[in-house]
């Protein structure tokens, strides 16, 4: 790129200008305003934020456009931003089809633009199928192609108000929307780069293109098997009750002030995304409810509650969005920027309410009112009533009606939050404790210290216990990612393309 004019690097940063999604947030101020949701101050921290990623993003970008191709180490050096930074932005560039890898074992990166000029004009061409207004179109693409996981983050995000969650998935209302992207960005379904993300939680990885495949279920500090020892927590939690009695801990010191949970909706098995601020009011929330639930939807009634320290529970899919967002955005600060704890649970797959439903009461013969408690364990889909009689159905009869989005999902064991806990790999009654971050490694040895609970090892033999935790997480994500591959026509490619980047497999 030696000889690039004024004009020609002018001509590449207005377009790039064009498509910032500052500009949505700066023209629309009025709108953002009437919605309502927002007060001025957090407008105009919401657009102070996105102008530092925007301005970050646009310097590595013209350093690499006035040199043609650039090391991390000498974009370090140039711009004084941290590798881990630089590295983000340089992902979200490459996907926006700006930039691409060149040498991978000295991560240089080079443009992928084509800038010609023709008639005396200069065009940009963007050597990508999918360009840059793609890359920011509202959700439509994630949603119609069967990808969305329904966690709520695009609702929750979204500054005007303009998408609303029914009927098993996002509503985008056309008439409504700025189009700032916003809900694309954070999307846990577009750009998906786990080892950047990992890195935040675990601390510094081998290689941003660390293969998921050498750590099956991802890193960890410590993996127990775990079970409380609040007679309280038994008598309502799933397994070990390790969620509720890390939470518990939690508010007993003070760590928190808020938990965003999954409760039941009243009468029924269907989910209802709640914040929850003291014990009593958490043990309403322990177990398992099997259908998908918007969980980010809860924030706004954190903020209503006043809540300034949260801990947030949620599947694989709600905790990427929540590191996503904590890595690649952090608007919203005292909505979403208040959470001190994420505390994951395993998770195969969702199902909208109505095939709930349909596993109780068509293939279980039992009234979805008569249900006490489901659970998937070995292959069977339980489902127990009121006396606590279990009718099974093998989970292969009942995997057809999960939701499609599971289907793409490659993250069995919670891979990004600070602790994990599922049931694979330990006996009934306890939890498969996976400790990630150095804040779950202090939160785990301070309620172990305080006789929170008790602690086994888990076998290492085969069949069972760790062998079993990884030849189960590595299916989900060989058969998953296989999966991807073919509805790579329909889909937009940003989820699938940076997950390609870390695991590659041979379709067959
Ligand atoms: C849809 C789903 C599928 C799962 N699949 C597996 C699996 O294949 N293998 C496995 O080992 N474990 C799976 N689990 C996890 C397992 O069922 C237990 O949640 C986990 O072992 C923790 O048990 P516990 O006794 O520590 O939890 P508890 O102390 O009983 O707490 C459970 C917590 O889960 C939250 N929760 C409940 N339902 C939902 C929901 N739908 N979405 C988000 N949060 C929710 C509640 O808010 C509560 O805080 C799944 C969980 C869900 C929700």
Not at 245 to 273: C, H
Not at 424 to 443: H, M
Request: glycine share 6%.
């Amino acid at each position: 790129m030696a000889g690039l004019t004024k004009e020609k690097m002018n001509a590449v940063t207005e377009a790039y200008a064009g498509s910032l999604f500052v500009r949505a947030i700066l023209e629309n101020q009025l709108d953002i305003g009437k919605a309502e949701k927002l007060r001025i101050d957090e407008i105009e921290d919401l657009t102070d934020k996105l102008m530092m990623i925007e301005t970050e993003k646009y310097e590595i970008l013209l350093y690499i456009l006035s040199k043609g191709t650039a090391s991390i180490s000498q974009l370090k050096d140039a711009l004084g931003l941290s590798e881990f930074t630089i590295m983000k932005h340089i992902l979200t560039l490459e996907n926006e089809g700006w930039l691409e890898l060149r040498d991978k074992d000295n991560l240089v990166y080079g443009i992928r633009t084509l800038i010609t000029e023709i008639d005396g004009a200069l065009e940009l061409e963007l050597i990508s199928p999918w360009n840059l207004r793609t890359v920011y179109d509202p959700i439509n693409i994630v949603v119609e192609s069967n990808l969305c996981c329904l966690c709520g983050a695009c609702e929750a995000i979204c500054p005007v108000k303009a998408i609303t969650i029914s009927d098993d998935r996002p509503h985008i209302d056309e008439e409504k929307c700025i189009h700032c992207g916003l809900c694309n960005y954070h999307c846990p379904r577009t750009l998906m780069p786990l080892n950047i993300l990992k890195t935040f939680v675990n601390g510094p990885q081998s290689s941003y293109f660390q293969d998921l495949k050498e750590q099956p279920f991802g890193p960890y500090r410590i993996l127990k098997s775990a079970s409380t020892q609040s007679e309280k927590i038994k008598e309502v939690c799933q397994d070990g009750g390790m969620v509720t009695t890390f939470l518990q801990y939690l508010f007993d010191k003070n760590e928190i002030d808020g938990a965003i949970v999954v409760k039941r909706q009243p009468n029924s098995w269907n989910t209802m995304p709640v914040i929850v601020t003291n014990v009593d009011e958490l043990l309403e929330a322990s177990g398992t409810k099997y259908a998908v639930s918007p969980t980010f939807l809860a924030f706004d009634k954190a903020r209503e509650a006043g809540c300034k320290k949260l801990a947030f529970v949620g599947t694989p899919c709600q905790v990427q969005a929540i590191r996503k967002y904590q890595v690649y955005s952090n608007i919203y600060e005292n909505i979403w920027g208040t959470i001190e704890y994420v505390i994951g649970i395993f998770c195969m797959e969702t199902f909208a309410y109505e095939n709930v439903i349909k596993i109780s009461e068509e293939f279980c013969n039992t009234p979805i009112a008569n249900v006490s408690k489901m659970d998937i364990n070995k292959g069977k889909f339980f489902v127990y009533d009121l006396n606590k009689n279990a009718v099974e159905v093998p989970i292969k009869e009942v995997t057809s009606l999960a939701r499609h989005a599971c289907h793409y999902c490659v993250d069995l064991t919670n891979e990004l939050a600070d602790i994990s806990c599922g049931s694979i790999g330990s006996g009934p009654g306890w939890s498969t404790v996976v400790v990630r971050s150095e804040k779950g490694e202090k939160l785990y040895n301070s309620a172990l210290n305080e006789n929170y609970f008790q602690v086994k090892d888990i076998p290492v033999d085969k069949p069972f216990g760790v062998p079993l935790i990884e030849k189960l997480a590595n299916g989900k994500r060989t058969r998953n990612f296989k999966g991807l591959l073919k509805i790579l026509d329909k889909a937009p490619p940003y989820y699938f393309n940076s997950l390609n980047q870390i695991f590659k497999v041979e379709e067959k």
